[in-house]
């Protein structure tokens, strides 16, 4: 064929980096792979390399110059489709016969003005994209001339898996289900690997590959659109090519194994890959992290996978896909195959190797309600899980089931579309880039819960998170379960409606965050973070949960008066809560702690031991008072916080005083936060209250709580 009728593509998967940690762009590996080893190959088709960072359109495409573009294939998810779209039309402006396909979970195919909307985009390609993407070349170098191709339809009638506009120009066609592979012997890591190694040399310390190992899921989550893959045959990968592909990661230097499998322990041969991974971290030194979603109903191997990867150090903590505790709301999300008992003895055997674990939570379920929101907690901290709870908005996928006309219908969905930006807790002040960052389709009002409510779950989950999760008053609530039997339920819907909301100083604060979520609903350009008022230098706003946490820092002394004296009204048999308000109040790391000289206190209870006992109790089982101490005093050594095998020292003391709230706030704020990182823990009893002179002495780690 002459150099005049090959055809240029070019594919684009701009991906959002993890941590500051690039993506190697594997949608273009797997597609010119296919093409060259299952498709006719040859030189007839030119692959341009790939557009895989976030930028500015004109400026990613500029890096083409006058190189004609004859296809784009779009790899679009929620949050590169608006930078898709304006690569598309640039591409359209600039190559008018270009062929522009989209795929990926993010273009909305069943929605009949698709193409109207997007006149730009000229198919949408489902599922899998290897074969159809084949096909469609195919059509294209037969076809020869370039000109008027987006208009050519009739020539892509007969390829399996496409959306195309129907004659009218409005109304869409599909041209039947697509043809997916069920071989999958060849890695696009290993096929194009001198590309591959060549990037990797050019890019920064650490890069992220993105890696497979099956395809399909059993389940069908409602929310979930796993490349259209939910509710599917497993469909494996060839196990020599995965085990050299591994061999590949070690050598090339991969740090971070992003595994997009839906369910990793859903086989037993996933032990044994892990085993490969573990065994090139040894000998290479790399991968030196592996990320994955657990499988749901296999508690032996999920235990067993979570502890060879933190034992081999690959992995910090467990993530809990549990989305939510309640059996009938996760019904009606699909997910009541998906076994809680079988969750609970993960989260047991994993307590008991004293294993982080990070929860992960829905809030906005259709068939959930702000009661059985807050009970979501309680039952959590029933479990024995008092560390992070990570909750994500609903993002409604369009083409996950849940985006389903008669779904919608049943539960009365209604949606807005806001900028959901994680970033671990901190979003830098300034303004948001409407191409670069994504807004997401939040369910924030359905039959079973209105705006209004959606607004006070935000503000229920922002207590909770400061209250319990950052250990401000965990010891309390767990005491009072242990000794009084006062169910967590009781004890936060008490501690949260009965107190937070209506005495001062937290009814300000929570007015404000129910105010901040009120605002996120009106306000299209709202984020989901706040300022802090007493730093106005500080360059940052923070999320609902860490804001509650700095507010009760700054006014430490007023809350935990105001707190005592709730409290003590509140539960009068528990003759010596007071005694534990103190105490939690002294646990609290806060700016004021100098590491240098350590802290002590007076209580006259043996907390730390109760609280020993406590942890060796996944289960609350009732316990006696603490045995009485009068005088003890406590001395606190602590020069670091450790948790998620990390450890960080606590030292903010230079500066001016908004210097060291900053500085605090980046250590023990941000981040995981868990009674560890948030409380003290290294903690003895003194004879006397005078700190001993002899710098080398050691403290005991009296363990505390979870
Ligand atoms: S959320 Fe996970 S388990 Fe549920 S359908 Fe999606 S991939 Fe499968």
């Known amino acids: 064929m002459s150099s005049a009728c090959r055809k240029n593509v070019l594919i684009s998967e701009p991906q959002l980096m993890e941590m500051g940690i690039p993506y190697l762009p594997v949608m273009w590996g797997i597609l010119k792979t296919s093409w060259e080893r299952l498709g006719p190959g040859g030189d007839d088709v030119i692959w341009l390399p790939p557009i895989h960072r976030m930028g500015d359109a004109a400026s990613l495409l500029s890096a083409y110059g006058d190189t004609p573009i004859h296809v784009l294939g779009l790899s679009c998810y929620t949050w590169n489709w608006r930078l898709q779209l304006q690569i598309a039309q640039q591409v359209r402006a600039r190559h008018p016969d270009c062929l522009i396909i989209a795929g990926g979970p993010e273009p909305d195919y069943k929605d009949p003005a698709f193409?109207?909307?997007?006149?730009?985009?000229?198919?949408?390609?489902?599922?899998?994209?290897?074969?159809?993407?084949?096909?469609?070349?195919?059509?294209?170098?037969?076809?020869?001339?370039?000109?008027?191709?987006?208009?050519?339809?009739?020539?892509?009638?007969?390829?399996?898996?496409?959306?195309?506009?129907?004659?009218?120009?409005?109304?869409?066609?599909?041209?039947?289900?697509?043809?997916?592979?069920?071989?999958?012997?060849?890695?696009?890591?290993?096929?194009?690997?001198?590309?591959?190694?060549?990037?990797?040399?050019?890019?920064?310390?650490?890069?992220?590959?993105?890696?497979?190992?099956?395809?399909?899921?059993?389940?069908?989550?409602?929310?979930?659109?796993?490349?259209?893959?939910?509710?599917?045959?497993?469909?494996?990968?060839?196990?020599?090519?995965?085990?050299?592909?591994?061999?590949?990661?070690?050598?090339?230097?991969?740090g971070?194994?992003?595994?997009?499998?839906?369910?990793?322990?859903?086989?037993?041969?996933?032990?044994?890959?892990?085993?490969?991974?573990?065994?090139?971290?040894?000998?290479?030194?790399?991968?030196?992290?592996?990320?994955?979603?657990?499988?749901?109903?296999?508690?032996?191997?999920?235990?067993?996978?979570?502890?060879?990867?933190?034992?081999?150090?690959?992995?910090?903590?467990?993530?809990?896909?549990?989305?939510?505790?309640?059996?009938?709301?996760?019904?009606?999300?699909?997910?009541?195959?998906?076994?809680?008992?079988?969750?609970?003895?993960?989260?047991?055997?994993?307590?008991a190797d004293d294993i982080p674990i990070y929860v992960q939570l829905i809030m906005g379920i259709p068939g959930d309600t702000y009661e059985t929101w807050k009970s979501c907690f309680t039952d959590l901290m029933e479990w024995g899980i008092h560390g992070h709870y990570w909750v994500f908005p609903y993002n409604l996928l369009p083409n996950a089931p849940a985006a389903e006309a008669q779904y919608r219908e049943r539960w009365k969905i209604r949606t807005l579309e806001?900028?959901?930006?994680?970033?671990?807790?901190?979003?830098?002040?300034?303004?948001?880039?409407?191409?670069?960052?994504?807004?997401?389709?939040?369910?924030?009002?359905?039959?079973?819960?209105?705006?209004?409510?959606?607004?006070?779950?935000?503000?229920?989950?922002?207590?909770?998170?400061?209250l319990h999760n950052?250990?401000?008053?965990?010891?309390?609530?767990?005491?009072?379960?242990?000794?009084?039997?006062?169910?967590?339920?009781?004890?936060?819907?008490?501690?949260?409606?009965?107190?937070?909301?209506?005495?001062?100083?937290?009814?300000?604060?929570?007015?404000?965050?129910?105010?901040?979520?009120?605002?996120?609903?009106?306000?299209?350009?709202?984020?989901?973070?706040?300022?802090?008022?007493?730093?106005?230098?500080?360059?940052?706003?923070?999320?609902?949960?860490?804001w509650i946490f700095v507010q009760i820092g700054f006014a430490i002394d007023a809350f935990f008066e105001a707190l005592r004296e709730h409290l003590v009204r509140r539960y009068p048999a528990a003759v010596i809560l007071e005694s534990l308000v103190a105490y939690q109040k002294n646990l609290i790391v806060l700016p004021s702690y100098d590491r240098q000289r350590g802290k002590v206190f007076v209580t006259d209870h043996d907390w730390p031991a109760y609280f020993a006992e406590t942890q060796q109790l996944l289960v609350p089982a009732l316990l006696p008072e603490p045995a009485p101490t009068p005088g003890a005093v406590i001395a606190v050594g602590d020069q670091t916080w450790s948790d998620e095998r990390m450890t960080r020292p606590l030292d903010w003391t230079a500066g001016s005083e908004d210097e060291r709230w900053a500085r605090w706030i980046h250590a023990t704020v941000t981040g995981r936060n868990s009674n560890r990182k948030n409380n003290f823990q290294e903690l003895r009893r003194l004879s006397s209250g005078v700190i001993p002179s002899d710098p080398s002495a050691k403290p005991r780690r009296l363990p505390i709580t979870r």
């Open 418 to 466: 806001r900028y959901v930006l994680l970033n671990h807790g901190l979003r830098m002040l300034g303004p948001i880039d409407p191409v670069l960052e994504a807004k997401s389709r939040l369910i924030v009002e359905t039959s079973t819960f209105s705006r209004a409510d959606w607004v006070k779950m935000s503000a229920y989950a922002a207590c909770i998170k400061a």
């Open 470 to 546: 950052c250990a401000v008053t965990q010891s309390i609530a767990v005491y009072m379960r242990f000794t009084h039997d006062v169910p967590y339920a009781r004890f936060y819907e008490d501690l949260i409606e009965g107190f937070f909301a209506g005495a001062e100083p937290s009814r300000d604060w929570y007015q404000a965050v129910l105010a901040h979520h009120q605002r996120y609903l009106d306000e299209e350009d709202a984020i989901d973070f706040m300022a802090i008022p007493q730093l106005p230098d500080f360059p940052y706003r923070i999320d609902p949960g860490r």
């Open 256 to 351: 971070f194994i992003m595994l997009a499998d839906a369910n990793f322990g859903i086989l037993p041969r996933d032990l044994t890959l892990l085993d490969r991974v573990v065994a090139a971290n040894e000998k290479f030194g790399y991968p030196t992290y592996f990320s994955y979603n657990t499988a749901k109903n296999n508690p032996e191997r999920t235990v067993a996978i979570a502890k060879k990867l933190i034992g081999s150090g690959l992995s910090s903590a467990h993530v809990l896909s549990i989305q939510h505790t309640n059996e009938d709301v996760l019904a009606a999300t699909e997910r009541a195959n998906i076994s809680i008992t079988k969750q609970i003895k993960v989260v047991r055997e994993l307590m």
């Open 115 to 254: 193409f109207a909307q997007y006149p730009y985009i000229d198919m949408i390609a489902v599922k899998d994209g290897e074969i159809t993407f084949n096909r469609i070349l195919e059509r294209v170098l037969a076809r020869g001339d370039a000109r008027g191709l987006p208009e050519d339809r009739p020539l892509f009638l007969d390829v399996p898996g496409l959306y195309l506009p129907g004659p009218d120009g409005s109304a869409h066609l599909c041209t039947g289900p697509a043809e997916v592979p069920s071989v999958f012997e060849h890695s696009p890591y290993l096929a194009q690997s001198a590309y591959y190694e060549e990037l990797r040399r050019t890019l920064s310390s650490n890069v992220i590959a993105v890696w497979e190992t099956n395809r399909g899921c059993p389940y069908r989550c409602s929310f979930c659109d796993w490349g259209s893959a939910t509710m599917s045959k497993l469909r494996l990968f060839d196990m020599a090519r995965l085990e050299a592909e591994i061999e590949w990661f070690g050598r090339t230097k991969i």
